[in-house]
């Protein structure tokens, strides 16, 4: 069975430009998570989505944005590229929410660089 | 939220057994505990969860006492693959769903 998958591996912006990520969940599973993982640190949550609805945010701004679509795969976007968004971008997918004992599994990343 | 504590490396030779420990002193009733490990520039990957006592799969086990304030996590005959950093977990939940929170977690380094 095919993994979390994600789009581009790698992609190299400059500031001020906007980007899309893509993500595609396992199989069966409803709920895609996004977090971004800055050299050195552990990942940092932005969002969950749940059957298409936003059910959680992290502490990231507003030009920061994501939605799923209806065969549960998302996209992440940015808009008004920093250099301080240069990071690895990681797609995480779960067969639903809301319950506490719910597994995240990961895709490979995109290494996003701001130029 | 509850906040976990684990060491920031570790280091030790094939064949040996690893144990790495994690304190949660505020874990939650409701909380897992969930182990991952990551090699440089790959999304973590799912190791173990467990919420009490011992569970053990084909790669490790997870040892949690009675009061779940630590966990450990045993990796048994390491090699240089084991190289990574493995992150202990416990799920925040609230709002309905869940929201991983990561430490900066620990760099095992397996020497020949």
């Known amino acids: 069975d095919a993994g979390v998958t994600q789009s581009p591996t790698h992609l190299i912006k400059t500031r001020g430009q906007h980007v899309t990520l893509r993500c595609s969940p396992i199989?069966?599973?409803?709920?895609v998570s996004w977090y971004q993982q800055v050299l050195g640190q552990g990942p940092q949550f932005i969002f969950q989505?749940?059957?298409?609805?936003?059910?959680g945010r992290g502490n990231f701004p507003d030009r920061f944005s994501a939605r799923q679509f209806p065969n549960y795969s998302s996209e992440l976007n940015v808009n008004a590229l920093l250099l301080g968004d240069s990071a690895l971008y990681l797609c995480?997918?779960?067969?639903?929410?809301?319950?506490?004992?719910?597994?995240?599994?990961f895709g490979p990343g995109t290494r996003l660089t701001v130029l | 939220l509850a906040k976990t504590t684990q060491p920031i490396s570790m280091d030790s030779y094939e064949g040996q057994e690893v144990n790495i420990t994690c304190s949660h002193n505020?874990?939650?009733?409701?909380?897992?505990i969930t182990w991952y490990q990551q090699f440089p520039s790959q999304g973590p990957r799912f190791i173990i969860q467990g919420y009490k006592t011992k569970v053990t799969n084909e790669v490790a086990s997870l040892f949690i006492p009675a009061d779940r304030k630590s966990s450990t996590l045993s990796l048994p005959r390491v090699s240089l693959s084991d190289t990574a950093v493995y992150y202990c977990?416990?799920?925040?939940?609230?709002?309905?769903?869940?929201?991983?929170?990561f430490g900066a977690g620990t760099r095992l380094a397996v020497h020949p």
């Open positions: 199989s069966g599973h409803k709920s």
């Open positions: 505020n874990i939650a009733t409701n909380d897992y």
């Open positions: 989505y749940y059957e298409k609805e936003e059910r």
């Open positions: 995480a997918s779960s067969s639903e929410t809301g319950v506490t004992e719910d597994t995240q599994y």
């Open positions: 977990l416990v799920g925040a939940y609230s709002g309905g769903y869940n929201k991983l929170i």
